[in-house]
């Protein structure tokens, strides 16, 4: 089975981490609508299959290869998985290529395992259903597999994408209706731009404010 050698590992897990600190600290400005066009197309819908995997989505398109359509609403690659993962301002992008590559090494060897044909004209990965992109994916995850926290890493940076767009302005992502964070029910801000929670989670006050607590709400 092929893997990325220790030291690509290395540059590998060291890109995906400052990928995902950058995103989860919101430290980017909204990505280029033409960010994607620096990685090649069959890396893009290498990553854009393995993201749906992860949180699936509807097809944007008849005929949409990478995306499966195994359910309704958006996913991953609608809420900008790719724009969040091909930043500039991030050092992902140029190790891409690699990790699609070894996901697609992955493909191909399990449709020989399993006497799959796969089409010619697309990724190994993509050519796969739905169904056996996840039984493939899942086994990624196991702890004997040896890149099995670069699979981590980069279902984190989906689940950023989905769920916060960590890659966008929050309140211009909110406006703008981000398909994740509009699926999710993410509410709007105030008049003044700010979130405040006026409701306690719990229905109501778990304890007496002190009276010291400062106007910001840090301890006395």
């Known amino acids: 089975m092929s893997t990325v050698s220790s030291l690509d590992r290395r ?35 290498t990553m854009e299959a393995f993201a749906d995997t992860l949180i ?26 790719i724009k969040a993962l091909t930043s500039p301002e991030l050092p992902l992008a140029p190790l891409l290529p690699e990790i699609a590559a070894l996901l697609n090494t992955r493909a191909v060897v399990y449709a020989a395992g399993r006497l799959i044909l796969l089409p010619i004209t697309s990724p190994a990965f993509v050519g796969l259903s739905f169904r056996h992109r996840t039984t493939l994916v899942r086994g990624l995850f196991g702890p004997e597999d040896p890149d099995r926290v670069i699979w981590q890493m980069l279902s984190l940076l989906t689940g950023l994408a989905f769920d916060t767009a960590a890659h966008l302005d929050t309140r211009q992502a909110v406006t703008a209706g981000h398909p994740g ?17 006026p409701d306690h989670s719990y229905g109501r006050a778990l304890a007496a404010l002190h009276p010291a607590t400062t106007p910001s709400g840090s301890p006395a």
């Open 181 to 197: 964070l509009a699926w999710l029910g993410f509410p709007p801000p105030g008049p003044d731009g700010l979130w405040r929670f």
């Open 56 to 81: 699936p989505g509807e097809r944007r398109f008849a005929g949409d290869l990478p995306v499966a359509g195994a359910v309704s609403g958006p996913g991953a690659v609608q809420a900008g998985v």
């Open 11 to 45: 540059a590998v897990l060291k890109a995906l981490a400052a990928t995902a600190t950058a995103l989860a600290a919101g430290q980017l400005a909204a990505a280029p609508s033409a960010a994607a066009e620096t990685v090649a197309g069959w890396t893009v819908q």
